[in-house]
C-alpha cells in the first residue's frame, strides 16, 4: 500500500504556481499593444466623428440653414430655434472631438525606461543604454505595468468622450435635420416685396431728412421685414436680399449716429467730422436702399 504523503505537503499544480518574470513580462507587452491599438481605434473614430461635425456644419452653412441665428433671439422663428439648438450640438461635437484628438501626456511615475519623457531625461542614448542593463526585473515590471495603466486611463477618457461626441453630434444634426424640413412655406416673393415697400419707405423719409422718431419707426420695421423672410431663401432671390440689408445696416447706423448727437449735442463747430460721417451714411443708405429697389423692379419685371 503506498505510503501518503502528510497533510499540507501537496506539491502545487502548474497553474497554481506564481507567474515567472517571463510570463509576466509577455503578458504586460501584450496588455501594452492593446491598449496601444484601442487608443488608436478611439482616435480613428473621434476623426471620423469631427470630420462629419465639421462637413454637416459646412453644409447647413452653403444652404443657408443658419442665416436666420441673428439679431434679437425673441424675433426668431421656431426653425431658427432649432436650427440655433442643433448647431450648439455639432459644436459640442467638434469641439469634444478635437479635445480627444489632442495629444495627452500622462505617467504615474517621476521616473523610468517606457514613458518617452522618462527615457529623454535620461539625458543620453548612453545614459538610458546603461540604466536599461542594470534594471532589474522587479523595476522592469513596475515600469510596464505602470505605463499600461496610464494607457488605460487615457483610453477610458476617450472612449467616454467619443460617447458623449457621438450623442451630440447627432442629436444636434437631428434637430438641423427637423429645423430644415420644419419651414414654413413662406412666399419669398411676397416677403421681397414687404420689403421693397418698407425700403421705399425709409428712402422717402431719408430724402425728405424726415424727424428722427419718425425715421426711425421706418427704419425699424424695414429690420422686422427683413428678420421675417423666408429660410432659406431661394438662390436667385439671395443676393437682391443682401443689398436690402446692406442699405438697411447703412440706414441703422445712420440713426445711431443721430441719436448719439441728441444725447450729447457737440459742443464744437457741427460740421466737424462726425457731421460729414452723418452726411455719407445717409448717402451710402440711400444709395444702396434706391440701388435694392431699382433691382426689385427689374426682376419683378422680368416675372
Known amino acids: 500500500m503506498p505510503e501518503l504523503e502528510p497533510e499540507g505537503r501537496a506539491e502545487p499544480a502548474d497553474w497554481e504556481k506564481p507567474s515567472s ?53 425673441f424675433d426668431w422663428a421656431r426653425q431658427n430655434v432649432i436650427a440655433a439648438v442643433g448647431i450648439i450640438g455639432i459644436l459640442a461635437a467638434a469641439a469634444i472631438t478635437f479635445g480627444i484628438l489632442l495629444p495627452r501626456f500622462r505617467s504615474g511615475q517621476s521616473t523610468g525606461v517606457v514613458y518617452w519623457q522618462h527615457l529623454v531625461d535620461h539625458g543620453s542614448s548612453q545614459m538610458y543604454s546603461g540604466n536599461i542593463q542594470i534594471i532589474t526585473d522587479r523595476e522592469l515590471i513596475r515600469d510596464v505595468s505602470s505605463h499600461c495603466y496610464d494607457l488605460a486611463a487615457i483610453a477610458r477618457t476617450k472612449f ?31 416677403a421681397l416685396s414687404n420689403i421693397d415697400r418698407a425700403a421705399v419707405k425709409v428712402l422717402v423719409g431719408l430724402e425728405l431728412n424726415r424727424p428722427h422718431l419718425q425715421l426711425t419707426e421706418d427704419i425699424t420695421a424695414l429690420g422686422v421685414e427683413i428678420r421675417a423672410r423666408p429660410q432659406p431663401l431661394p438662390a436667385s432671390q439671395t443676393k437682391l436680399f443682401n443689398q436690402f440689408a446692406n442699405g438697411y445696416r447703412a440706414a441703422s447706423d445712420l440713426i445711431r449716429i443721430q441719436a448719439s448727437e441728441s444725447a450729447a449735442p457737440l459742443a464744437s463747430d457741427p460740421h466737424a467730422q462726425p457731421a460729414v460721417s452723418k452726411f455719407k451714411l445717409q448717402h451710402d443708405a440711400m444709395r444702396l436702399l434706391e440701388q435694392a429697389h431699382k433691382s426689385y423692379g427689374e426682376v419683378h419685371a422680368e416675372k
Not at 509576466?24 to 492593446?34: I, K
Request: overall charge negative.
Open 21 to 73: 518574470v517571463e510570463s509576466v513580462l509577455t503578458f504586460l507587452l501584450r496588455e501594452h499593444e492593446y491598449l496601444s491599438d484601442a487608443i488608436t481605434f478611439a482616435d480613428q473614430k473621434a476623426g471620423v466623428v469631427f470630420a462629419i461635425a465639421v462637413g454637416a456644419m459646412t453644409l447647413g452653412a452653403n444652404m443657408h440653414q443658419y442665416d436666420g441665428i441673428a439679431g434679437d433671439p
Open 160 to 190: 467616454s468622450l467619443t460617447r458623449w461626441a457621438l450623442w451630440t453630434g447627432a442629436i444636434g444634426g437631428l434637430l438641423t435635420i427637423v429645423a430644415f424640413t420644419s419651414t414654413e412655406p413662406v412666399d419669398a416673393q411676397n
